[in-house]
């Protein structure tokens, strides 16, 4: 049985966390996202994406950003700034998928940890893995 095949949102989960670490690196002015966002539909290859999920969730994170990040601050293990860029964008697109979307939990989680074994350092996946379950637990405990 072969690897199944990448659907257009993993891809377009891809390009958000290429852009939302962009945009950290930039310094985080919400007006960056709009520029950064029309350059990743010119320049990068967006074939394979699901390019209204990349337009609607790279525009809508960092208009949520403070909530996401003090959300995730209670499951962190040190001050939400100190977190490396490329787990910041991983952990905000999660929390914004369990928080915002109607993404089965599990899918967001899996798909925030796959994200973190291909760019993350060598066991961020872990972390990540460990923060989003977390705060999933929060959200279904809540609902």
């Not at 996401?68 to 490329?86: C, G, K, M, N, Y």
């Amino acid at each position: 049985m072969g690897k199944p095949a990448v659907n257009a949102r993993t891809f377009a989960r891809e390009r958000i966390i290429q852009a939302l670490y962009q945009w950290q690196l930039n310094g985080e002015h919400l007006e960056d996202i709009h520029r950064i966002e029309s350059q990743f539909m010119q320049e990068q290859d967006m074939q394979r994406v699901d390019k209204s999920y990349f337009k609607k969730l790279l525009l809508a994170i960092p208009t949520h950003v403070e909530n996401l990040d003090q959300r995730l601050s209670e499951f962190v293990d040190r001050p939400v700034a100190q977190l490396t860029p490329i787990e910041l964008a991983i952990l905000r697109l999660g929390a914004y998928e369990l928080l915002e979307t109607n993404v089965p939990f599990r899918v967001a989680i899996n798909e925030a940890v796959e994200l973190a074994k291909r760019f993350g350092a060598d066991k961020s996946h872990r972390y990540v893995n460990g923060v989003l379950d977390k705060l999933a637990q929060t959200k279904v405990k809540s609902s």
